[in-house]
């Protein structure tokens, strides 16, 4: 049980590039839902928080123009790297989880590399 | 600021030896304690829970918590080289969305 489907696995992409990740919990339906990124030999750092059905709240520093989640459902969020450009190569990594306390469920990560 | 600290290591430990690693935190309203399991290019994968002080066993792994002194650990018994990998201490606190995550400890299990 548990289980996150991230997708797509690996992007690349010219700069200037919008790359849309996918997140779906496939067993529970997750009340809330996380965006991670980690550079190489670095520790997970969490971009932005996401609640179903309403406006995700963003850590300090994380741009929200440039990375748009939107958490339609219970059981899916996407984000939306727009414009990419090569400082956003990074593995972005989603998780999930079905209520507070209970822990986070990870994806596989998308392992994103701009030109 | 809520903290959790791990030794970043590397802790090497021979095969079929119990690795031992530790954490601590600095939330003392800190509630739900999770171990992860992080291999070198991949996403973290859950291997053990905690919410109550003293130990919860599954399988080679036991998880030990202590809130009286605000640590976690994580033995694993019978190591294997397939154990080689970053572990990772999680915390969250009482009406938290979000854990907090230790840098993590580098894991090689020596055959």
């Known amino acids: 049980g548990a289980v996150v489907s991230q997708h797509p696995s690996w992007v690349i992409c010219k700069s200037g590039t919008s790359v849309k990740i996918e997140c779906r919990s496939l067993?529970?339906?997750?009340?809330?839902m996380f965006w991670y990124r980690q550079f190489p030999k670095q520790s997970l750092m969490l971009m932005a928080t996401?609640?179903?059905?309403?406006?995700?709240?963003?850590e300090q520093g994380v741009e929200k123009d440039k990375f748009l989640i939107n958490h339609a459902s219970l059981t899916l969020s996407t984000l939306t790297v727009t414009s990419a450009h090569p400082e956003d190569s990074s593995f972005y990594i989603c998780?999930?989880?079905?209520?507070?306390?209970?822990?986070?469920?990870f994806g596989d990560g998308t392992r994103l590399s701009i030109l | 600021q809520k903290e959790v600290e791990q030794n970043s290591g590397p802790l090497s430990v021979p095969e079929g030896a119990i690795a031992s690693l530790n954490c601590t935190y600095s939330d003392r309203g800190s509630q739900s304690f999770f171990w992860y399991r992080q291999y070198s290019g991949k996403s973290p994968e859950l291997i053990m829970s905690i919410y109550s002080n003293g130990d919860q066993e599954d399988g080679r792994f036991t998880a030990q918590l202590n809130k009286a002194s605000q640590y976690v650990s994580l033995l694993i018994r019978d190591s294997q080289p397939s154990d080689s990998a970053t572990y990772l201490c999680?915390?969250?606190?009482?009406?938290?969305?979000?854990?907090?995550f230790g840098k993590g400890t580098k894991l090689s299990v020596i055959p």
């Open positions: 067993d529970f339906q997750a009340t809330t």
């Open positions: 999680a915390v969250s606190g009482a009406g938290s969305y979000q854990l907090t």
């Open positions: 996401s609640n179903e059905g309403s406006k995700a709240t963003y």
């Open positions: 998780s999930a989880r079905e209520e507070l306390g209970q822990p986070q469920h």
